[in-house]
């Protein structure tokens, strides 16, 4: 079986991957807090495996990770309808923005989270 991870940065980013992760719920079924329906049998030649881990308690949860420097696109995840689908580890947000500086981004405020975001990618 493969698996994807999908990582997403920065404002475009991360609303090109809540647009797709919603599409991928409509399209294997799963609803917005990650539960299947009772009805729909798991496994029918449905794939969705490839991208959604299963816990315990029979959530569906997305092998994504969703990266900003600036929390205000991290927050509209965190608000937003599928707000319960995302475990909030998978989500990753710093305190202020680079300002459009590469320099900046790369070597000092981006330096605090880059060890953060590849923990968590090992993890998934």
């Known amino acids: 079986m493969r698996e994807c991870i999908s990582i997403h940065i920065g404002q475009a980013g991360i609303q090109v991957g809540n647009a797709c992760w919603e599409l991928y719920c409509l399209e294997h079924g799963i609803q917005p807090d990650g539960q299947m329906p009772g009805d729909k049998t798991v496994g029918g ?3 969705f495996n490839t991208f959604f881990s299963e816990t315990g308690a029979g959530k569906h949860v997305p092998r994504a990770v969703f990266v900003d420097l600036e929390p205000t696109m991290i927050d509209e995840v965190r608000t937003g309808d599928y707000r319960q689908l995302f475990h909030p580890e998978q989500v990753i947000s710093g305190k202020e923005d680079a300002a459009n500086n590469f320099a900046r981004g790369h070597y000092t ?3 605090e989270i880059v060890d953060l975001c590849l923990d968590r990618i090992r993890k998934l």
């Open 109 to 111: 405020i981006g330096k």
């Open 45 to 47: 030649g449905d794939a």
